[in-house]
């Protein structure tokens, strides 16, 4: 149990670091669908075509291991 809890840190840890970088690059959260609105000074992002692209990538991950 204790190794399962230390890869799943260590797997978000290094998410964490590595995610920003490659949606960059991908340009991840600026699909058409996406939706990004101001309100009161502030920016929203509502990523809905982004999170329906990731869904279905892992998905298909996930059935294939």
């Known amino acids: 149990m ?3 809890i230390l890869t799943l840190v260590i797997a978000i840890f290094v998410l964490g670091i590595v995610v ?3 949606a960059r690059f991908i340009r991840l959260g ?9 309100f009161r000074g502030r920016t929203y992002y509502l990523p809905f075509a982004t999170t329906i ?3 279905v990538l892992l998905l298909v991950v996930s059935r294939l291991v």
């Open 2 to 4: 204790l190794k399962w």
């Open 20 to 22: 920003p970088h490659v």
């Open 30 to 38: 600026r699909l058409p669908g996406d939706i990004a609105f101001r």
């Open 53 to 55: 692209i990731l869904s």
